[in-house]
């Protein structure tokens, strides 16, 4: 439901300078490092809950990580089997088999971007980024039929109705992108000014050569004259969710407002368009927004070629990026080749000119003599040097759009070198490390601020999403926190109570003590490894009674003691108050 939210539209247009609104984004991209030290500064000189809180995270976190393991077990194997650097051949499997585990394979990578706050890619963004350049100065074209898209399109088509709005291209390559950055740069850019320069020649000319073909094609006037006022967004393509989530109004499924932020492009092209002279003879900055995170997932008919001769199953290449500028983001797609830019173009057409008015003004002065016996061969004579220096001229052109070509492709590969982070295995390690993060981050906002922040010890969901967004926004995150998320997972836990049947915006929150928390976190890890549910092949050969506290939980699995009986049987094995931190470290290490 993620890219319902992702329209975005034109807020204004002044000195050069476009402003977007685009969706605040959900990811927390502070380490959580970093985030718990700004957490733990607001306890002052608390050291008693410091460590209490500490020892809740560092649980919280192992939690997560272990349940993680099990729900993405699915991917672990979908990544052993379809990435390149898997020396496994599988020829016993069908095909049958194999697009099962494909479908399978792509739908646990689905869950596992969503659920690190990656989304997927949009069409308005799409359009944007393709009718917008920045710094790259290389127009490319996507060679799609080198691609297999038969593997998306049965994606897109078994989760037709969550993914709405997605871009075209993701028949063919899944485009995931998270986090909105900022990307400045300044020069003079005089071969960019000058291409800017012959694409508004060449576009004053066309728009000429369309007025003239409309004046010639009469029998069209009716329907010109009867077309409406084109809109930049088709009402009939949104629905209403759409609607809300452009102006900012809630979303019927989600307790937070669809909040948005502005983004400030500057463009070459937009900058001398407004003034045209002061950007021609000046250095000028541009700015683009960008996209912290980018990963792309597809698999090419070579691929496929290479599969059915050896006997192995198709390979699927995922790779990685960072910081890519919303108009350059075409150069990360597969199977790009360079497309020839409008002065590169016109450097063609003026050789060919002169050849033709060569041959235009000779073949006038011969049909125009007055002798009646006209000497073709000294004629042709005299037009040789001229057609020899335009051959000379159109060869060296063609010799340069060749070299230029491969400058394209030096510069496509410098730059994707320079942005690229991982590549197959190395993405799935990413992403789950990165989910995990998300979670405990995400969990660890939601009770800290409900456990010292909130007045009388709780709080309301409308309360706390504002006050951990004040703060995030105060460490540099301008995010929108996704509150529901985090509150569901802490109520599944027990670790936060309510006073309505189902969380709702009038639910009253209010969290566990701490030392109570713990001590849930301590029997929800062993039960999680005595459960006979519990899909680990490893649980039937451990032993559950060495760690402290033996009788405690015994008892607490048959339901004999109280919570508070529990806990102060814990807390006479070395969990009391004063060794928190000493009891997990001696845990850890068993």
């Known amino acids: 439901n993620s890219n319902k939210f992702l329209k975005y539209y034109i807020m204004g247009k002044k000195g050069g300078e476009r402003k977007l609104s685009v969706k605040r984004t959900q990811y927390i991209s502070m380490s959580l490092d970093l985030l718990m030290r700004k957490l733990l500064a607001r306890l002052k000189s608390d050291e008693m809950n410091k460590h209490r809180f500490i020892d809740f995270?560092?649980?919280?976190?192992?939690?997560?990580?272990?349940?993680?393991?099990?729900?993405?077990?699915?991917?672990?194997?979908?990544?052993?089997?379809?990435?390149?650097?898997?020396?496994?051949?599988?020829?016993?499997?069908?095909?049958?088999?194999?697009?099962?585990?494909?479908?399978?394979?792509?739908?646990?990578?689905?869950?596992?971007?969503?659920?690190?706050?990656?989304?997927?890619?949009?069409?308005?963004?799409?359009?944007?980024?393709?009718?917008?350049?920045?710094?790259?100065?290389?127009?490319?074209?996507?060679?799609?039929?080198?691609?297999?898209?038969?593997?998306?399109?049965?994606?897109?088509?078994?989760?037709?109705?969550?993914?709405?709005?997605?871009?075209?291209?993701?028949?063919?390559?899944?485009?995931?992108?998270?986090?909105?950055?900022?990307?400045?740069?300044?020069?003079?850019?005089?071969?960019?000014?000058?291409?800017?320069?012959?694409?508004?020649?060449?576009?004053?000319?066309?728009?000429?050569?369309?007025?003239?073909?409309?004046?010639?094609?009469?029998?069209?006037?009716?329907?010109?004259?009867?077309?409406?006022?084109?809109?930049?967004?088709?009402?009939?393509?949104?629905?209403?969710?759409?609607?809300?989530?452009?102006?900012?109004?809630?979303?019927?499924d989600s307790f937070a407002e669809v909040s948005t932020q502005t983004v400030v492009r500057r463009s070459l092209k937009e900058m001398m368009s407004t003034s045209f002279l002061s950007t021609l003879i000046s250095s000028v900055e541009l700015q683009e927004p960008t996209f912290k995170e980018m990963i792309v997932l597809y698999r090419t008919k070579e691929q496929l070629k290479e599969a059915k001769a050896t006997g192995c199953v198709p390979r699927i290449t995922i790779k990685g990026f960072r910081d890519i500028p919303r108009a350059d983001f075409e150069i990360i797609l597969p199977e790009q080749e360079p497309v020839t830019r409008s002065f590169d173009l016109f450097q063609v057409l003026a050789a060919v000119g002169v050849a033709v008015v060569t041959i235009g003004i000779k073949l006038q002065e011969v049909l125009g003599s007055t002798e009646e016996h006209v000497d073709w061969r000294e004629t042709m004579m005299s037009m040789v040097p001229v057609l020899a220096a335009t051959g000379t001229y159109a060869s060296k052109v063609l010799v340069q759009l060749q070299s230029q070509a491969k400058k394209y492709k030096s510069i496509m590969i410098d730059y994707l070198f320079q942005r690229t982070t991982n590549t197959d295995i190395g993405v799935r390690t990413y992403i789950e490390d990165s989910t995990v993060q998300q979670e405990v981050k995400e969990a660890i906002l939601a009770y800290f601020f409900l456990w010292k922040e909130c007045p009388n010890g709780f709080g309301t969901v409308v309360d706390l999403d504002l006050k951990i967004e004040a703060f995030l926004k105060f460490l540099g995150e301008d995010i929108d926190f996704e509150v529901d998320d985090a509150l569901y997972k802490l109520i599944d836990d027990e670790f936060i109570t309510i006073d309505t049947e189902d969380l709702d915006v009038d639910s009253t929150l209010r969290p566990t003590r701490i030392t109570r928390a713990i001590t849930k976190l301590d029997l929800i890890w062993r039960k999680f490894f005595i459960d006979s549910n519990q899909p680990c092949p490893y649980c039937p050969y451990i032993d559950h009674t060495f760690n402290v506290g033996d009788a405690a939980l015994e008892t607490s699995i048959d339901g004999a003691k109280t919570d508070t009986e529990i806990e102060e049987e814990l807390a006479a094995s070395n969990l009391d108050n004063g060794s928190m931190q000493h009891a997990f470290t001696a845990k850890s290490a068993i």
């Open 57 to 252: 995270v560092r649980r919280l976190e192992q939690l997560y990580r272990c349940r993680l393991a099990v729900r993405t077990s699915v991917l672990r194997l979908g990544f052993e089997l379809f990435t390149p650097a898997s020396p496994s051949k599988n020829t016993s499997l069908s095909s049958v088999a194999i697009q099962s585990e494909e479908d399978a394979f792509l739908q646990a990578f689905h869950q596992t971007m969503m659920n690190a706050n990656f989304e997927l890619l949009s069409q308005d963004i799409l359009d944007d980024a393709v009718e917008s350049e920045y710094t790259l100065n290389v127009d490319l074209k996507m060679k799609k039929n080198n691609l297999d898209a038969s593997l998306f399109t049965r994606f897109l088509e078994n989760n037709e109705g969550e993914l709405e709005n997605v871009a075209d291209i993701n028949n063919h390559v899944l485009v995931y992108h998270r986090g909105c950055g900022t990307d400045k740069t300044k020069g003079l850019f005089i071969m960019e000014k000058i291409d800017v320069i012959f694409e508004f020649i060449f576009s004053f000319f066309g728009m000429i050569f369309r007025i003239f073909l409309a004046v010639l094609m009469v029998w069209r006037w009716p329907s010109y004259f009867g077309r409406g006022k084109k809109k930049r967004f088709d009402n009939k393509s949104l629905g209403d969710d759409d609607e809300d989530a452009m102006f900012g109004t809630k979303n019927v």
